[in-house]
């Protein structure tokens, strides 16, 4: 059974909080630079989890990420004919 999971991006003061911020959900990235991470939390629960989230001292930010919503599978495409021409010389 596959579990449908987004984004949720967390803006924060100090690096310090990063730790507080994994108990939350799997943590795939961390900018030092920016201060923000991002994090996987299945969808059924990402609600809930943004309104504990929002209520830390130390988060400026929520974001979600709308890519489970986006459609992935590109149509009408058009392949560059130059790769094609020279996938049929063997290059």
């Known amino acids: 059974m596959k ?3 987004q984004g949720l991006i967390v803006w924060f003061h100090h690096m310090r909080d990063l730790k507080q911020i ?18 996987y939390v299945n969808q059924s629960d990402i609600e809930e989890i943004e309104r504990k989230l929002a209520n830390l001292p130390f988060v ?9 919503f986006l459609r992935t599978n590109f149509e009408n ?15």
């Open 3 to 5: 579990i449908s999971r």
């Open 22 to 39: 994994r108990r939350y959900g799997n943590l795939i990235y961390a900018s030092r630079k920016l201060k923000y991470a991002v994090l």
């Open 60 to 68: 400026s930010r929520l974001e979600r990420s709308y890519r489970p």
């Open 77 to 91: 495409a058009k392949p560059d004919k130059a790769k094609q021409y020279d996938y049929k010389m063997g290059i």
